[in-house]
């Protein structure tokens, strides 16, 4: 079909052992409907950087990426919008959600750090909404959450 992938040509090209080995992953959806249900497993992958509507897709089904990245031990959300979207307590709350959803089903056990780059503006809410988020505590006892520039350079206070 036309501007749609399908599932068999999808999980054929992504199970190829080049992509199986990679450690480092970025997904930046850029079409309305979500991809991730065309995913394999990669299960080297160490560092998983969510870009665009990735980030909305991971909050909405933040198990579905989860699982499909077993060996994560840092996830980055970049380029998408914060102006309409990371300041409204919604999106805030969606993201704590979202984590706490990992954290309860321990799918995320290997997580060592969450950066969210270039959010300045928005370190109270991180602060707020996930560092001191109660359902988080433990979570947060072994996970770095910073908001960082786009060199990785991390703003305001982390953990």
């Known amino acids: 079909r ?3 992938i399908s599932d068999a040509a999808c999980a054929t090209y992504l199970s ?14 850029t079409e309305p409907a979500a991809v991730l249900h ?11 950087t969510l ?6 897709d991971f909050i909405a089904r933040s198990l579905s990426y989860v699982d499909l990245f077993p060996a994560s031990e840092t996830v980055r959300f970049i380029h998408f ?9 919604n999106f805030a709350e969606r993201m704590s ?15 060592k750090r969450i950066e969210i780059e270039s ?7 991180v602060e707020l909404r996930i560092r001191a988020y109660p359902g988080l505590r433990s979570f947060n006892q072994r996970v770095l959450v910073i908001c960082s520039d786009p060199q ?5 206070k982390p953990d």
């Open 38 to 48: 065309h995913f394999p497993l990669f299960p080297c992958v160490r560092t998983l």
């Open 16 to 29: 190829i052992p080049v992509f199986q080995r990679v450690t480092e992953l970025r997904v930046a959806r």
């Open 51 to 56: 870009s665009r509507q990735a980030v909305d």
């Open 81 to 89: 919008d914060s102006k309409l979207e990371w300041f409204t307590a």
């Open 119 to 125: 959010c300045n503006n928005a370190e109270a809410i």
């Open 152 to 156: 990785g350079h991390a703003l305001g």
């Open 97 to 111: 959600d979202a984590l706490k959803t990992c954290e309860d089903e321990g799918v995320c056990a290997l997580w």
């Open 2 to 4: 036309v501007g749609h």
